[in-house]
């Protein structure tokens, strides 16, 4: 089921909606915490960024198991990608939990304290998913580019 699309594996496919999305979902959380407005203006559309991009983080490790299978186990990108879906469905939970206690706020009052820390920690969490995302992402492309890069003269085709 997570194998191939159209001859090409659903792994390099589905991979960039995560990558994509979780990391600007980690910046639309660090701005509904410092702007209260923009809870009002873009918080919905963080949350469900951040959704789409965990169900691809889902995909993308189940895709991974089945192309690795195919081409071998880059071991250090499959550790990271084993545990990044956890990571960003804990900044998921994180950023529901924060948006719908903020939303009880309303925009001419402070937040209770308790609110900005639980926001220090979310700012926190979105940091480190951000973090985590590199470091997963850049295992994988050296995995796959790395020999090739190393072995190719700028300006050389390489066919196939």
Request: charged share 10%; hydrophobic share 55%; glycine share 10%.
């Amino acid at each position: 089921m997570f194998d191939l699309i159209a001859g090409l594996p659903v792994h390099i496919l589905i991979v960039h909606t995560a990558v994509v999305l979780i990391p600007l979902s980690a910046i639309g959380a660090i701005l509904i915490v410092a702007r209260p407005k923009a809870l009002r203006l873009f918080g919905a559309a963080t949350v469900i960024g951040a959704t789409v991009g965990v169900v691809a983080s889902v995909i993308a490790e189940l895709s991974g198991n089945q192309l690795a299978e195919r081409v071998g186990w880059p071991e250090e990108h499959a550790n990271y990608g084993e545990l990044f879906p956890f990571a960003a469905l804990a900044f998921l939970l994180l950023l529901i939990v924060f948006w719908v206690l903020a939303r009880g706020v309303p925009l001419n009052r402070n937040r209770p304290l308790g609110l900005k820390v639980f926001g220090a920690v979310l700012i926190v969490a979105a940091i480190g998913i951000s973090f985590f995302t590199v470091l997963t992402g850049y295992s994988g492309s050296k995995a796959t580019w790395s020999e090739i890069v190393e072995t190719t003269q700028p300006g050389t085709f390489i066919e196939n």
